[in-house]
């Protein structure tokens, strides 16, 4: 939750490349000028059952989510916010490996 209350989620706002922190909860990749990867921490270092959304805007560049080390999103090594058009991810930590909650 952010630091102003319990009630509301931080939302940071990028245009590059990024790693996600322990203070993240929305990360939306706004005007990128190129690919941008955002890096999931590690499992290890996230509570489990924490989510992370992340969007992206209808920049002509995709975002890929790229978790730590050998981790995995569903099984795959990546998953990707396709180009042009606006997309959104919510990964969850089971403490063993990232899963999608939803997509679109």
């Given at each position: 939750?952010?630091?102003?209350?319990?009630?509301?989620?931080?939302?940071?706002?990028?245009?590059?490349?990024?790693?996600?922190?322990?203070?993240?909860?929305?990360?939306?990749v706004?005007?990128a000028?190129?690919?941008?990867?955002?890096?999931?921490?590690?499992?290890?270092?996230?509570?489990?059952?924490r989510?992370?959304s992340v969007?992206?805007?209808?920049?002509?560049?995709?975002?890929?989510?790229?978790?730590?080390?050998?981790?995995?999103?569903?099984?795959a090594?990546?998953s990707?916010?396709?180009?042009?058009?606006?997309?959104?991810?919510?990964?969850?930590n089971?403490?063993?490996?990232?899963i999608?909650?939803s997509s679109?």
């Open positions: 939750m952010s630091g102003f209350d319990n009630a509301s989620e931080t939302v940071r706002v990028v245009a590059a490349t990024t790693t996600l922190t322990n203070n993240d909860f929305v990360l939306y706004k005007g000028t190129g690919a941008a990867v955002v890096n999931l921490p590690s499992v290890a270092s996230v509570q489990p059952g989510p992370y969007i992206k805007d209808a920049a002509a560049f995709a975002a890929t989510l790229t978790p730590f080390g050998s981790e995995t999103i569903n099984g090594s990546t990707v916010l396709a180009a042009s058009a606006f997309h959104g991810v919510t990964v969850i089971t403490g063993t490996e990232w999608v909650r679109y």
